[in-house]
């Protein structure tokens, strides 16, 4: 089923204005817990019909497919023709989030406050408190985004999810939110409430159509396999620990199977300030040196495939079928590009991080230590 789409530029504030029609190209990128992006561009009488501060709403077959914020606008006038070639680009509505700090006392906005913001409660609950906080309805004049409000299913009524604690101190509120959510394993995700004509944060955990929708070749319903393998950040570590001079204690660790298949990786840890240097040096290799092979699969948009937004959506789980075994993915992204009418949606799931691969475990270590520090635990 092929999808019809209708852009509707948002203002500040978040009324819609007409729906936009005099546009070329139309690209999204929807991805798990991040910012994702999108653009438009077109070739037109007119300049681009977006300002700063504009978002964009997104149907596909009048039901909600994507929205955004704007952050580069770009007009080029062909002096002959006279006529203009815009382009538009931006990011998910989590950029909301992006945009600001965890404050200590969010009350007051005190920026010179000591200690720590803190919050303990179910998972949903925290996070729509940080919001509501930190930008939504209850945040300070000067910090409040008029088109954000917290999720009345969250907040004082239907709270869902673990038993949490939040330990910030001016961290940014998109990464503390992420790491709450993903150390849970549940997500998180902005949803466009049309009849408010706001945006609230969903806490979510992708359902399981591992049983029933499942992606193989066989079945031709799958556009294109990949195989992933990306070296570790490193299989050799020294770490220099407490002492100074002659009486600081060193321990070493390495991965032999790691080194004998990419060869020797040399990485050095510095905990001056902790004790067990041994104990540090081994769990610093478990994050780094680690397997990082695996699969990703791009579905078919073919009429005979489970049509993307309609029996799956991302984040949600499906099966695929690599080599003689059916394995359990998340749905980690969706690509669609919109063109003259005619459209491309891209689903792609897989066991391994889709994106820079290179990069993305070095992120992955990053939002373990938010994690740790949010939680005061040690996740691996």
Not at 106 to 122: A, C, I
Not at 124 to 136: C, D, R
Not at 317 to 343: L, N, P, R
Request: charged letters at 25%; hydrophobic letters at 35%; aromatic letters at 8%.
């Amino acid at each position: 089923m092929k999808g019809v789409y209708g852009v509707f530029l948002r203002e500040q504030d978040g009324h819609l204005s007409d729906m936009l029609i005099d546009f070329s190209t139309l690209h999204i990128l929807d991805t798990i817990n991040d910012l994702g992006s999108w653009s438009m561009e077109s070739v037109s009488k007119s300049k681009c019909p977006f300002v700063p501060g504009m978002g964009i709403v997104v149907v596909r077959n009048n039901a909600f497919c994507y929205s955004g914020v704007v952050d580069q606008i770009q007009d080029v006038k062909d002096a002959v023709t006279g006529l203009y070639t815009w382009q538009v680009q931006g990011v998910s509505d989590l950029e909301y989030l992006n945009r600001r700090l965890c404050y200590v006392d969010p009350d007051t906005g005190r920026t010179d406050e000591y200690g720590h913001y803190e919050d303990t409660g179910q998972l949903s609950e925290v996070v729509e408190t940080l919001i509501a906080k930190n930008l939504g309805q209850d945040a300070l004049e000067e910090r409040r985004e008029p088109i954000i409000e917290a999720n009345e299913n969250a907040v004082g009524h239907l709270a869902y999810g673990p038993e949490v604690s939040a330990y910030l101190r001016f961290q940014n509120l998109l990464t503390a939110v992420k790491a709450l959510c993903v150390a849970n394993l549940y997500s998180i995700r902005p949803v466009w409430d049309n009849d408010n004509m706001k945006i609230y944060y969903e806490v979510f955990q992708g359902r399981d159509l591992s049983n029933g929708i499942v992606f193989t070749e066989q079945l031709n319903n799958v556009s294109q396999t990949e195989r992933i393998a990306v070296s570790p950040e490193c299989n050799f570590i020294i770490g220099g620990g407490v002492g100074e001079m002659e009486e600081r204690e060193f321990a070493t660790a390495q991965d032999d199977d790691s080194i004998a298949e990419w060869g020797r990786i040399e990485s050095y840890l510095d905990v001056r300030n902790e004790h067990n240097i041994e104990k540090h040096v081994q769990d610093d290799l478990k994050k780094k040196a680690g397997d990082r092979s695996g699969y990703s699969v791009t579905a078919s948009d073919a009429d005979n495939a489970p049509q993307y937004g309609v029996d799956y959506r991302v984040g949600d789980f499906v099966s695929m079928k690599i080599d003689d075994t059916y394995v359990a993915a998340q749905v980690q992204q969706c690509q669609i590009d919109v063109s003259e009418g005619s459209e491309t949606v891209s689903p792609k799931f897989g066991t391994v991080a889709i994106g820079r691969f290179k990069n993305i475990y070095s992120q992955l270590d990053s939002l373990r230590q938010d994690v740790n520090e949010l939680l005061g635990t040690e996740i691996e």
